[in-house]
T-cell receptor, first 117, second 112 residues
Framework: SAVISQKPSRDICQRGTSLTIQCQVD?????MFWYRQQPGQSLTLIAT?????????ESGFVIDKFPISRPNLTFSTLTVSNMSPEDSSIYLC??????????????FGPGTRLTVL | AQSVTQPDIHITVSEGASLELRCNYS??????LFWYVQSPGQGLQLLLK??????LVQGIKGFEAEFKRSQSSFNLRKPSVHWSDAAEYFC??????????FGTGTRLQVFP
């Protein structure tokens, strides 16, 4: 298993500013993911962040808006840039303990609740 | 493209009653299927998963799910619901693209 912590747990930000969300895992993992959960909605994958390679972004998400760092096997950051009220969501970090999503459980962090005014 | 449908947005049951949450998927091959639960203010916790073999899988907290290929379904069941089961439930499928695709979720409300 893996225990994941996220910082901050919540924040209220002004439009036009940026927020960096941190994700810390208690063990080394290869696969790390960032999701967005808009109010009352399901989870949407933003990007996959594997250590040693550039993050892979899903359709509709771009690096300029959501830059991601993955400096080592236990840590990642997601930045929400130039925020607008439409960015108000819960952002979740998750990890897969193996090398395949299909075969391995994903563990989720508690999420970061972002409100943009 | 792979997709997951959870037809019930909101379900209300009485404590002690049985529960079934529906999940239908669209995928060409045999999918890898998951049920997650999200309690208020919490992250997601895996309840159970199906990869292959026995189509009835047991999970944590007394939950079980049955994979029915003919119906493209993976419904979640519990024989007797507890008040602490009130939460949001997500069905998910993992395709060979190494991504989890989530359904829209079902919010469960439990009345005493």
């Amino acid at each position: 298993s893996a225990v994941i912590s996220q910082k901050p747990s919540r924040d209220i930000c002004q439009r036009g500013t940026s927020l960096t969300i941190q994700c810390q895992v208690d063990s080394q993992v290869t696969m790390m993911f960032w999701y967005r959960q808009q109010p009352g909605q399901s989870l949407t994958l933003i990007a996959t962040a594997n250590q040693g390679s550039e993050a892979t972004y899903e359709s509709g998400f771009v690096i300029d808006k959501f830059p991601i760092s993955r400096p080592n096997l236990t840590f990642s950051t997601l930045t929400v840039s130039n925020m607008s009220p439409e960015d108000s969501s819960i952002y979740l970090c998750s990890v897969a303990t193996g090398t395949s999503v299909s075969y391995n459980e994903q563990f989720f962090g508690p999420g970061t609740r972002l409100t943009v005014l | 493209a792979q997709s997951v449908t959870q037809p019930d947005i909101h379900i209300t049951v009485s404590e002690g009653a049985s529960l079934e949450l529906r999940c239908n998927y669209s995928y060409g091959a045999t999918p890898y299927l998951f049920w997650y639960v999200q309690s208020p203010g919490q992250g997601l916790q895996l309840l159970l998963k199906y990869f292959s073999g026995d189509t009835l899988v047991q999970g944590i907290k007394g939950f079980e799910a049955e994979f029915k290929r003919s119906q493209s379904s993976f419904n979640l069941r519990k024989p007797s619901v507890h008040w602490s089961d009130a939460a949001e439930y997500f069905c998910a499928v993992a395709a060979n693209t190494d991504k989890l695709i989530f359904g829209t979720g079902t919010r469960l409300q439990v009345f005493p």
